[in-house]
């Protein structure tokens, strides 16, 4: 079934950089209430450009959450189970916020402007009206806002050259996970060594959005002998790197120990974080499923609209399949899923019930090995 | 340009209805993370056919927010100016929630399905984190979930027809903006004469999602000879009947009362509510803006991505256009925008900007006349 186009009006917020990021898509998606492109020429084409050479990414869907004032640093660190006691101004930090039973609120990328200034960098939920709720209801002394940043991203192996034209500063000093504040051309942003792909890159927060088609322009022109083109987050690139997509791989039904994410922190923080009694709970009893990875042989399987039910050979026990895509360098199908705690060992045979019919998958480990000859 | 296609994945909550919905629509939108169809033949024809027969809507969108327990009551009457303390069980009420400052968080319908028990059918923002982190920030003793629920919608004047033949209780019994719990062909439903249209219609809220497709089914059957097709929320009708819709025409930076909202309440309601302080100093300083409606003669304009700049001539005054369409049976654009409140009256004249030029238009009442010969 075809799907019907996008239906544009005030609701969905105006990205600066749309009248040039929507020339080309020919699939998008709808992330923060923002457009996001999710197709230009194909998957498989956009993916292997993406490996081989350098994109710019319209990712003003990545809304950022100011939290400033005295309690800032109180409240960021009560939102997450991750420590933040240490974090510095110009560091980026993975936070999974969860909420009072442990369950995935979002998980955005924090970034410390100062002592008493973070932004949450969000994927796709209203964390601004979660933060503020938390806040007003028990008496943070705070102020959040949406502060109107609209980020642009360069992901590709040849992003450290282009980004090393554009700005002073040697691009070989940004650390990853760390950020600067500088200007491209007159224009102020904030550059950060992060991105949403497996082949590195930077993204540039954009404060003022009169200067989008200014500084996209500025950038296509200085990647162009790059073979610089438009892209954006590549489904089969997200999976192989195992980037877990909130509301496909996790949700609030998902707790952060189930889905992998406690490899992003260590439990039993100091400083007081909603759902520390639950989360404990659950480390302390274990959790009967857990996300892994998976590989399919056979045909390309589409990404599932809901997950696809997993069976275990022999048992009554079963999991789910939440991201799957064909990857063709892989030419196998790579995904993630949950499945029970006890038979996540690599190689564990999984029958797997796609649209079509059930298939046999395997689970797979971070470089989708299955131990298979 | 032409807008991208939806791509869909997990992330877009699928709803039960889609299988069937999403055939023959043209364009959509996404909304709480669910798409909406927009247009089937053309805002146009769906416009005419709302007006003469029955439509079957998708509106799975219109996610619901449960606030359950002890304090249910109280925390709903924390949440919003209007004073819900006559509410009975069975009834609905439009209830546009505020923030500390006095913003528009959104505007949905609370049905009130027992004393500690409530439903909020919202606009496009996600209430859920709002609501939960209030009350937990707060000491509710209250639970807030997503229940689950997905409202299919019948529109139309042909509607009451239509539902009669599908329960068994006299739908003249159901009063505007009530409900009562039924089922059609053993299928519980909650049904309410409510719905984003002004032709009339009602809501049936599903809670058993593997019964979508049945049920879309059965409704579908039952309206063959009275011309019923798959319809949406269609934009020259929300416009001329003046719904007013929260992205497009409130945002969290305008207030009820300069948003006109309230009209739907009375200041100084008794039970304790959030923003109390900051509206009770809106409503005594007065708002310099003010809702209205306007109409603008010449060619078809298109609804703005982003607001149209208005000005008044002869002054330094300006204001903005939040929605505009073209009315085929005014033979005018109808919309809807913010003037400054001392220049508000019927068949002030305003210039206003849109993308291919300034026009001109005037200020209408709610029959949309100006005042002109």
Known sequence: MTTPALFLSRRLRKSPFETRSHKGATGASVYNHVVLPSVYISLEEDYWHLREHVQIWD???????????????????????????????????????????????????????????????ISDSDVLLWVKGLAVGAGFDVEVCDPNVFPLSIQGPKSETLLSRLIDEPVGDIRFFRFIETQIAGIPLVIARTGWSGQGGFELYLSDSSEGERLWDIVTEAGADLNLRPGCPNLIDRIETGLLSHGNDMTLDNNPIESGLDRFFKMGKTADYLGREALERIAEAG??????????????????????????????LTGCVT???????????????YVPSDHAEVGTELAIALPDGIVTGRIADKDWQTGEN
């Open 59 to 121: 990712v003003a869907c990545q809304v950022q959450v100011e939290i400033k004032g005295p309690d800032a640093l109180e409240l960021a660190e009560y939102l997450t189970p991750r420590d933040l006691s240490k974090i510095v101004p110009g560091q980026c930090m993975y936070v999974p916020l969860i909420d009072e039973k442990a369950g995935i609120i979002n998980d955005p990328i924090t970034l410390c402007l100062a002592p008493d200034r973070f932004w949450l960098s």
């Open 287 to 316: 959790c009967p499923l857990k996300m892994v990875r998976l590989v399919v042989r056979g045909d390309p399987a589409r990404n599932p609209r809901e997950t696809y039910p997993i069976n275990l050979a022999g048992t009554d």
């Open 323 to 337: 991201s799957i895509t064909y990857s063709p360098r892989l030419e196998c199908n790579v995904g993630m899923g």
